[in-house]
């Protein structure tokens, strides 16, 4: 042996690295094949396997009487599993609730969790347990040569392997489990749905997947929640073994109000009201006044959110706590599973169902030759019994008299060691009250029972005959509705944050300096507000909060600000350079507010214009927008609205030397930007040196009235008066009465 010190490896040496590789493999290993993943023929984990296997044997069938489940998590760690009892009796306690698992395996008495906290439960010594009825599909062929066992962590005993199923219990219950390296994620599914789709895989092992797509239309959760993936998801889900659900909470209107009656599957309903109460407090569901749980037993789920009025729209609203709570949820799927090769990958839907039904075969034909090889032997045995009824005499007499009565019984007889073993067996009191009739009678039994067994094994149609008739029997015993909808639904969409926001009124208010601020209501006086020293107001507008603040700047850019977020008219407000980013030099000239569909007609003091909907001045951007393109010299003019579209609707436009245009509307383009169309006839070198200028534009329809200011002078005109004032749009206009020859503003007053 070399010398293990020169570095040469022995018997007795292992390096470091090679070492802790193993350890780790082994490790890795034990968890995937003992303890995360489930076995593709009973869908158990080693953990619930023990469990099952454990009660079974302490007889807590579905018709004993229940067992402290303390008792029984002691009688399964101290024969079966390895680990602590707190382990054994979550793993249990999963098994036993009815919205974790499609199909209890456990019935249990005491709080074994709930809904909303499934890991409420309470301590094991306090809960008592026993198997359901469902569990039988799982043990009925225990004893019946149709197990292959091992022995337990500690060698004293023997477990099963994997237990008999009759159904492909790991599509119905669903589980999830991490391993080393790799997961598992199954959801659950409906009994009758899945029989129905193994019988057409035992029938046609090659259906295509269409077929099977429509029997197993998708996951059955135990839960009425909506099932919203489409259904090609589904599909390609079950194609390939990995995807993701996405579920919704079902919901209904009761007298105006929303009640949600069905969670997602293995959502917490204090949690999904704490979401909602939680965007309540914070102001961002003004639509919602009201939200009661009136959860009960007979409803264990019942939420009614309260619509401030019936002017709410409750699918958006619904939509909107679809995207912003658990009211909506996505569920990953990775169907990992130990297949019947014991090794453990991903597998298709039509993969999981024919390796199951391989299962089921040789579980079905292990159990049928079991049963024969039982009835052969018997049948060997009655032969024996009838050799000895006929020569009854004779046999006691060899039994009463000879030393070695079994070489005398087979020498005399001809009898088998099994035979002559049966018959020393009896009693000579039972051998004297032998019957020929009961002999053959049992003979006869037992040769009919024979030969269907042997006709079974021998043909493949019988054996799937009989695998689907246990498939159907179990539909029909456990099978139920579909609790789980599938429904194609629009993508949740959350709220905006305009959207949200109160419709309350505002009065918003510009300074000279730039200084913005917005007041409540539409009666604050704007001039009578405290400014900064050297400052002083210039612009208002009156709008509502949920409506967008768009001001212009001196080169015609202009720039949007959410109302709801401007400084209070409490204060002196914060400059606007604070949140948008203007030219340098630039000042603010126009303050507008309204909806998307308002129009303003835009103009720049050089005579030029045009019109523009509201939603095209709005950016967001914070540098802004270029809307008005301004000749050389010229500045912008407030904008002014346009109203309804009025084909009587004229557009009066003043100088600041008295001449007066008024010409259609209609005359006038919409634009989106641009310099627009001359309005008023103003020589260019005049406008570009100031001398002449554009004052103001304003929309007319009839029954309004016309103010112009000169100094401290009001004209007023009616539209009646303006037909002197009327000509093509771009002409010079005619002048003003004298005294009204250098007109300062011009504005819509009211009626005539």
């Keep these: 042996m070399s010398d293990p010190v020169m570095g040469a490896t022995s018997p007795e040496t292992l390096s470091l690295r090679e070492y802790a590789e193993k350890a780790y493999l082994d490790y890795s290993m034990y968890v995937i094949l003992d303890r995360a993943l489930p076995n593709i023929g009973d869908g158990l984990k080693p953990v619930q396997r023990r469990i099952v296997y454990a009660m079974s044997e302490l007889g807590l069938k ?88 091992q022995p337990n962590f500690d060698g004293t005993l023997d477990e099963p392997m994997v237990l008999p199923a009759r159904v492909p219990n790991l599509l119905l219950n669903g589980t999830t489990g991490i391993a080393v390296g790799m997961a598992t994620d199954i959801p659950p599914h409906n009994l ?161 169902l024919l390796e199951w039904l391989e299962f089921r075969r040789t579980t079905v034909r292990r159990r049928l030759e079991y049963r024969l090889e039982k009835v052969l032997k018997r049948l ?83 054996l799937k005959t009989l695998i689907k008739k246990e498939l159907e029997a179990v539909a029909n015993d456990h099978g139920d509705e579909r609790r789980s909808p599938i429904v194609a639904r629009e993508e949740a969409k959350a709220f905006s944050e305009l959207e949200l926001t109160t419709a309350d009124p505002l009065t918003i208010v510009l300074s000279e300096k730039g200084w913005i601020r917005a007041g409540k209501g539409h009666d604050i006086d704007p001039e009578t507000l405290s400014y900064k020293s050297g400052d002083a107001f210039k612009l208002a507008a009156k709008g509502r909060s949920n409506q967008p603040t768009v001001v212009f700047d001196s080169t015609g850019r202009s720039y949007s600000l959410p109302s709801h977020q401007l400084p209070s008219a409490r204060g002196q407000g914060e400059p606007l350079t604070g949140r948008i980013n203007p030219p340098s030099g630039a000042t603010f000239e126009a303050l507008l507010t309204g909806v998307d569909a308002d129009r303003y007609l835009l103009a720049s003091d050089a005579g030029y214009g045009f019109i523009a909907r509201f939603a095209d001045l709005q950016t967001k951007n914070k540098a802004g927008k270029a809307v008005l393109s301004l000749p050389k010299g010229a500045g912008v003019l407030q904008p002014g609205s346009v109203g309804s579209a009025d084909k009587a609707a004229m557009v009066a436009a003043v100088t600041n030397e008295g001449r007066l245009l008024v010409f259609p509307l209609t005359d006038l383009p919409e634009l989106s930007r641009g310099k627009g169309n001359k309005i008023i006839g103003i020589p260019t070198p005049r406008a570009a040196a100031r001398e002449e200028l554009m004052v103001g534009a304003v929309v007319l329809v009839p029954g309004t009235v016309l103010q112009i200011t000169a100094g401290k002078r009001h004209l007023k005109l009616k539209f009646s008066d303006l037909e002197n004032y009327r000509g093509e749009r771009g002409r010079r206009g005619n002048k003003l009465p004298n005294g009204f020859q250098k007109v300062v503003a011009v504005g819509v007053v009211g009626a005539d």
Aim: net charge negative.
């Design 192 to 352: 009758r749905e899945v029989v129905r789709a193994t019988i057409r895989l035992l029938e046609a092992p090659r259906a295509g997947v269409e077929e099977l797509d429509d029997i197993i239309q998708g996951p059955d959760f135990p839960t009425e929640a909506e099932i919203i993936t489409p259904r090609a998801e589904i599909s390609a889900m079950y194609k390939t073994g990995r995807g993701s659900l996405k579920m919704r909470a079902a919901w209904r209107v009761e007298d105006g109000a929303i009640v949600i009656h069905a969670l997602p599957h293995q959502v917490s309903g204090s949690k999904v009201l704490e979401q909602i109460a939680a965007q309540m407090q914070a102001r961002k569901l003004p639509m919602v006044g009201d939200l009661r749980d009136e959860s009960d037993h007979e409803h264990p789920t019942r939420f009614v959110v309260v619509p401030r009025s019936n002017r709410v729209d409750l699918d958006a609203l619904m939509s909107h706590l679809f995207a912003t709570t658990d009211l909506e949820r996505n569920y990953r799927v990775n169907l990992n599973v130990i297949g019947i090769d014991g090794r453990p990958g991903v597998k298709s839907l039509a993969t999981i």
């Design 62 to 149: 579905a018709t004993a009487k229940f067992k402290k489940s303390a008792r029984t998590v002691g009688d399964v760690i101290g024969k079966f599993h390895p680990h602590g009892d707190s382990a054994v009796y979550e793993a249990m306690v999963l098994t036993a609730q009815d919205f974790s698992y499609r199909y209890p395996l456990i019935d249990g008495q005491g709080n074994w969790g709930s809904p909303d906290d499934p890991k409420s439960f309470a301590a094991m010594r306090y809960t008592e347990s026993r198997l359901t009825h469902y569990a039988d599909i799982l043990l009925a062929e225990l004893g019946q040569g149709t197990v292959d066992w």
């Design 380 to 462: 060997h045995i009655l032969e024996g019994y009838l050799v000895a009824y006929l020569n009854i005499d004779e046999v006691i007499r060899i039994v009463r008299e000879e030393d070695a009565p079994r070489p005398a019984l087979m020498a005399r007889f001809e009898l088998t060691e099994v035979q002559a073993d049966a018959i020393l067996d009896l009693k000579l009191r039972n051998l004297a009250k032998l019957e020929e009739m009961k002999i053959r009678g049992e003979q006869n039994e037992l040769a009919e029972e024979r030969d269907d067994l042997e006709k079974t094994l021998g043909s493949d149609a019988r």
